[in-house]
T-cell receptor
């Protein structure tokens, strides 16, 4: 998985609790992305980062925030988890912004009860 | 909204047969990529074709791109049971903020029967 780790790999939480997912890379790639994957929807972009402290919203950003204080770490926070945020979350990295190849982490399965 | 839509949603073939998956998209793109996902795993990049290219090969993979029809196809020749996976197309196009990001389709589930 190209030097990308995600933690935790599985999480069960209750509605209304905050949740933070971590993506860590050892490739020194500038660009990092968070996606969610749900049946029938493929992957949808939540937030992305073009560098340290440079983030932008994706297609489904409501209810999520991100932070990137170091090149290697990109954090995704669900401020107050809802059942609709039950999903598989994937982090991806890329060397540049020109739509080149992205490399994906193993994913985090999140269940919100 | 999804940029890419794959067709068919599911495909079942016998080992040794060819598998063809199609992707249609809506807006102008810079490139189109195909990814593979094994069950329970992350996506793995297979091949990238740029908007000025019409066909590209990589091993048993052949990708075509028709920008006039806004469509692409992925052909896997001489399929193997190990090719069983979901296949996604992804298009590179500007986002609402003007920055570029990949937009993925909902995928084709390929089952190759031994």
């Amino acid at each position: 998985d190209a030097g990308i780790t995600q933690s935790p790999r599985h999480k069960v939480t209750e509605t209304g609790t905050p949740v933070t997912l971590r993506c860590h890379q050892t490739e020194n790639h500038r660009y990092m992305y968070w996606y969610r994957q749900d049946p029938g929807h493929g992957l949808r972009l939540i937030h992305y980062s073009y560098g340290v402290k440079d983030t932008d919203k994706g297609e489904v950003s409501d209810g999520y925030s991100v932070s990137r204080s170091k090149t290697e770490d990109f954090l995704l926070t669900l401020e107050s988890a809802t059942s609709s945020q039950t999903s598989v979350y994937f982090c991806a990295i890329g060397r540049d912004t020109r739509g080149e190849t992205q490399y994906f982490g193993p994913g985090t399965r999140l269940l919100v009860l | 909204s999804q940029q890419g839509e794959e067709d068919p949603q599911a495909l079942s073939i016998q080992e040794g047969e060819n598998a063809t998956m199609n992707c249609s998209y809506k807006t102008s793109i810079n490139n189109l990529q195909w990814y593979r996902q094994n069950s329970g795993r992350g996506l793995v990049h297979l091949i990238l074709i740029r908007s000025n290219e019409r066909e590209k090969h990589s091993g048993r993979l052949r990708v075509t791109l028709d920008t006039s029809k806004k469509s692409s196809s992925l052909l896997i020749t001489a399929s193997r049971a190990a090719d069983t996976a979901s296949y996604f197309c992804a298009t590179d196009a500007p986002t609402d903020t003007g920055r570029r990001a990949l937009t993925f389709g909902s995928g084709t589930r390929l089952q190759v029967q031994p």
